[in-house]
C-alpha cells in the first residue's frame, strides 16, 4: 500500500530503490511570482554570487514498499526558493544528493559551506541540490548518482564513480526538504585532506571562491558540538545512524 510520507522533523528512510516521475509545476499566483522575484532582486544584491540556475524540487514522496520510495519531481530554478519569505506563499521542496564520505577508520567527514554560499558556515555533508536531465535524458539513479559524485570531484577533489556510490538513506527535514544520502567507499584522512586542499585551489585558479571553507572528521554525534556554527538538519541524525550502522 502506498503512504504519503508526512514532512514532520527529520526522518529518515532506509532505501534499496528509488522511482522518480517528472511532474509539472503548480500554477503560482501573479502576485506571489512577483513577491518571489523581488525578493530575490534584494538576494542577489546582498550576495552577487547567487545564480538562478535550474534545480529540481520535490512534489511528492510516498512509501511503496519498505525500502522502497515513489518521488514525484519538478523542474524549477533557484529563485523559487525565494518563496519562503514571502508570507502566505508555499515553495515546494528543494531535493538535494549528498554523500557520507568514511575514513578508513569510521569517521565521517563533515563540510563547513564557504562565506560567498547561500548558508554561510553551516556544516553539512558534501553535495548539492539536485539538477534537472537535459537534452532528453533521463533523471534516474544512475543520474542521481553521478550527480553526488559530480560534488565530491568539485567540492573534495575525489574521483569516485556513480557505481561505486550507494544510496543509503532518504532524509526529509527542513521545509519538507528530501535528500538522497550515498554511502562512498572509505579513503585514508591524508587522501580526504589532499583531495580538499587541491579541490580549493582548482577552484581559486578559475577565478571561483570555493562553496567549502573547512572540513572536520566526526565519529560520533556528540563530536559535532565541537564544530561552531549552524548544522544542516540532516547532519546529526545522518551521523548517529552511520555510527550505529557498523
Known sequence: MTETLPPV???LFEVERLLLAEAAEPPLPSQDAEARDRV?????????????????????????????LRLSWVRVTYRH????????????PSLFVNVVQ??????????????????????QLPGGSVEPPQDGATLGE????????????????ICAAAEDLKLWVVTRGENGSVGLTYLAPALPETEL???????????RVQGREPEL??????????????????HADYL???????????
Not at 575514513?103 to 556544516?123: F, H, I, K, Q
Request: with cysteine; proline share 7%; net charge positive.
Open 9 to 11: 522533523g527529520v526522518d
Open 40 to 68: 530575490w532582486g534584494m538576494a542577489v544584491r546582498a550576495n552577487p554570487a547567487l545564480f538562478d540556475g535550474p534545480v529540481v524540487a520535490c512534489t511528492g514522496l510516498e512509501r511503496k514498499s519498505s525500502r522502497i
Open 81 to 92: 526558493y525565494a518563496l519562503r519569505r514571502v508570507p502566505g506563499a508555499t515553495a515546494l
Open 102 to 123: 568514511p575514513t578508513d577508520d569510521a569517521r565521517v567527514l563533515a563540510a563547513r559551506m564557504s562565506p560567498s554560499t547561500a548558508a554561510p558556515g553551516r556544516w
Open 142 to 157: 544512475l543520474a542521481l548518482a553521478g550527480q553526488a559524485a559530480r560534488e565530491l570531484t568539485k567540492e573534495l577533489g
Open 193 to 203: 585532506r589532499a583531495g580538499f586542499a587541491s579541490a580549493a585551489v582548482a577552484e
Open 213 to 230: 571553507d573547512g572540513i572536520a572528521l566526526v565519529r560520533s554525534p556528540n563530536e559535532l558540538a565541537g564544530l561552531t556554527g549552524p
Open 236 to 246: 546529526e541524525p545522518i551521523i548517529r545512524r552511520f555510527s550505529g550502522h557498523r
